[in-house]
C-alpha cells in the first residue's frame, strides 16, 4: 500500500503541475485569476449555500412529517432530488436559450415545456410510489396469512 | 470554535454519509473521470496531434462514440458528483480543522480537486449550450483543468487508501462498521464522564443552543431505508439525465432526447449544422460561379469545376458528422475519393494534406489531414448529401468527409487541397 500511494502522490503532483503549466502558457494573468475566482465560487456555492439548504430541508421535511411514516418522507425526498438535480442542469440551457442561437438547430428543443412534464412524470411517479408503500404497509398490519407476507417481503 | 465544529458535524451526520458510501459513488465518480479523461485527451489530440500521431480510421464511428462518451459522462458526474459531496459533507466540519502541515496539505488538495471538478464539469455542460459566461478561454482551460482534476483525484486516492480498502467490498465494510461500533462503545465505557466530557456534554446556550435543540428534536431517519434510498435515487438519477441527454449522440436513445443542446434529425437536409455559411461569410463566395477547387502537390496543379467533380468516379458512403460539443449523426455522402484527387496530381498515398476553407476567419479555415485519412477509401470530397446536392450551410459547392474525425475537420466550402 505504501509504493501504491507514494506512486499516486507523485502522478498526482505531476498533474497539477502540468495543469498549472498549461494554463499559465495558454492563458494571460487576468484569465488565471479568472479561474481562481470560478473555482473559489464553486466551493462556496457548494458548501456554503446548497449543502446547507440540503441539510435544512431535510431537517424541515422530518419536523413537519412527524405524522408519516419515515418511508413516505424518503420517497418524497427521492422525487425532490431528482426533479433538483434536472431543474439544475436545464435551467441554464433554458436561459442560454433566451440569450440567442447561433442557428435554428442550436438548442431546438422546447427545454421548459420538457422540464414541466418531466418534473410532472417525477411527481406522478413519487405518488404512484407512495400509494404502493401505503397500500403493502397496510396489508401487512392488517394482518394477512404470515406465508404470503414473507413471500413479499423477499 | 471546536464545540461548534463537532455540533454541526453532528447535526449534519445522516446514515447515508459514511465511508462505505463515499467509497461507492466515489468508484463511480473516478470511472467517469477517467472516461471524460482519456476520451478527452484523445479529442485534443485528434485536433492538435504531436507530428508522429497517425489515428485509427476504423470504426468510422469511433469519434461519434467516444465524444458521445465524453459529453454523456460528463453529464452523469453532475448527479454522482452532489451525491459524493453529499456523503463527505460532515468532513467540512472536522475537528480539529488541522492538525499540521500535512494535513493542510490534504484539505488544500481536497478544495483544489472539488474546485476544479465543479468548474470543469460546469463550463464543459455550458459549452454545449454555446453559453460562455466566464472571462477565460474555454479549450484552453478545460485542457488544463483536466490534469488537475485528474492529478488531485490521484492524490486523493492516495490519501484515502486506506478507507478506500476498508470499505471496498459489501463485506469489508460491515466487518469495519462492525469494529468501529465495538471501538466507540468501548471508548464510552472507558471514560465516564470525567471533567471534559462533562464539559462537552454541557448544552450549548444562546442562539445556537436554541436551533441545536430544536434540531435534536426531530425524528432521526431510518438508517436502512436512509441508505439505499439514498443510492437508489443518485443512481436513478444518474441514469435519467443520460437517458434524457444521450439522444444527441446516439440514434437508438433518440426518442428520449428531452435535454440534449442538440437533436437528430434537424436541419437543412435533416442534418444540424455548428457554423452556418452566413457566420463563414461564405454565403457569396459558395455561390459564385467561377469557383474551382484547386489540387496541388509542388509544381503539379489542377483545378477543377464542381461538374468536372461530379464527372469524375463518385463514391457512396454512411458517416457520422461528430461534433466535440457532442452531438453526431449519420449521414449519406456522396463524392470524390481524395487519394484519387491525390493520385491526380502525382502525390504517393502516404502524404499528409493541407486543406483550405474558403471561410474568411476562424481557427480551421487552414487545417491538415494526416496521411491515415488521405488513403482511406471513405474520405471524400463530398458533392452530395443524403441524395442531394449539399446544403449551403453543410458546405456547398463540395466538403470534406472523413471517418473517425472530428467536425471541426471536415472542411466545409472547400477552396483548395495542397499535397505537403
Known sequence: MRITRIVLVVIGVLGLLLGALVLVMKQDPAQIVGVGVWM????????????????????????????????????????????????????????????????????????????VLTWAAVAVLTAACCALYLARARRRASGTAPAQAVTRED | MRRLLSELQRVVAAPSRNPRMAVVLGRLLAIAFLLCFGTGLYSHFLQEPLPWMRFPTRPEGLYQLTQGIHITAGIACFPLILGK?????????????????????????????????????????????????????????????????????????????????????????????????AEAEAELEAEPLDGKT?????????????VLRWIDDTPAPEPVASRRGFL????????????????????????????????????????????????????????????????????????????????????????????????????????????????????????????????????????????????????????????ETLDIDHGYPARIIAPGRPGVLQTKWLSSLEVL
Not at chain 2, 466540519?93 to 490534504?106: D, R
Not at chain 2, 462533562?198 to 436554541?210: L, S
Open chain 2, 198 to 210: 462533562a464539559t462537552d456534554a454541557r448544552p450549548v446556550g444562546g442562539v445556537t443552543g436554541r
Open chain 2, 85 to 181: 459531496l453529499y456523503t463527505v459533507f460532515p468532513e467540512l466540519f472536522q475537528t480539529p480543522p488541522l492538525k499540521g502541515f500535512v494535513h493542510l496539505l490534504e484539505r488544500a488538495s481536497i478544495a483544489i480537486f472539488v474546485g476544479a471538478s465543479l468548474v470543469q464539469i460546469t463550463i464543459g455542460l455550458l459549452n454545449t449550450y454555446q453559453w460562455y459566461p466566464w472571462p477565460f478561454g474555454f479549450r484552453e482551460v478545460h485542457f488544463a483543468l483536466s490534469f488537475v482534476v485528474i492529478g488531485s483525484l490521484a492524490i486523493h486516492i492516495a490519501v484515502k487508501l486506506p478507507v478506500i480498502s476498508r470499505f471496498w467490498t459489501k463485506r469489508r465494510a460491515e466487518l469495519a462498521f462492525a469494529e468501529d461500533t
Open chain 2, 232 to 387: 437508489g435515487v443518485i443512481g436513478f438519477s444518474t441514469l435519467a439525465v443520460v437517458v434524457l441527454t444521450a439522444g444527441q449522440s446516439f440514434a437508438f436513445l433518440r426518442p428520449s432526447n428531452l435535454f440534449a443542446p442538440r437533436a437528430q434529425g434537424i436541419g437543412p437536409q435533416n442534418l444540424p449544422v455548428n457554423r452556418t455559411a452566413e457566420a463563414a461569410q461564405v454565403t457569396v463566395s459558395a455561390v459564385a460561379p467561377n469557383w474551382r477547387l484547386s489540387v496541388r502537390n509542388g509544381e503539379t496543379q489542377i483545378t477543377l469545376t464542381r461538374d468536372e467533380l461530379l464527372a469524375l468516379p463518385q463514391t457512396a458512403v454512411e458517416l457520422p458528422i461528430a461534433c466535440v460539443e457532442g452531438w453526431s449523426q449519420t449521414a449519406s455522402w456522396r463524392g470524390v475519393r481524395i487519394k484519387d484527387l491525390a493520385a491526380a496530381v502525382g502525390a504517393s498515398q502516404d502524404r499528409a494534406l493541407r486543406i483550405t476553407s474558403l471561410e474568411k476567419e476562424g481557427g480551421y479555415r487552414v487545417t491538415t489531414m494526416g496521411p491515415e485519412y488521405v488513403g482511406d477509401d471513405s474520405t471524400l470530397v463530398a458533392l452530395e448529401l443524403n441524395g
Open chain 1, 40 to 115: 473559489i465560487g464553486a466551493i462556496l456555492l457548494h458548501d456554503a449555500i446548497l449543502s446547507p439548504l440540503v441539510v435544512g430541508a431535510g431537517i424541515l421535511v422530518r419536523k413537519t412529517g412527524r405524522r408519516l411514516p419515515y418511508g413516505i418522507l424518503a420517497i418524497v425526498q427521492a422525487g425532490v432530488v431528482l426533479a433538483a438535480i434536472l431543474g439544475l442542469i436545464v435551467a441554464p440551457e433554458i436561459y442560454a436559450k433566451t440569450l440567442g442561437v447561433a442557428n435554428p438547430t442550436v438548442l431546438p428543443l422546447d427545454y421548459t415545456l420538457n422540464l
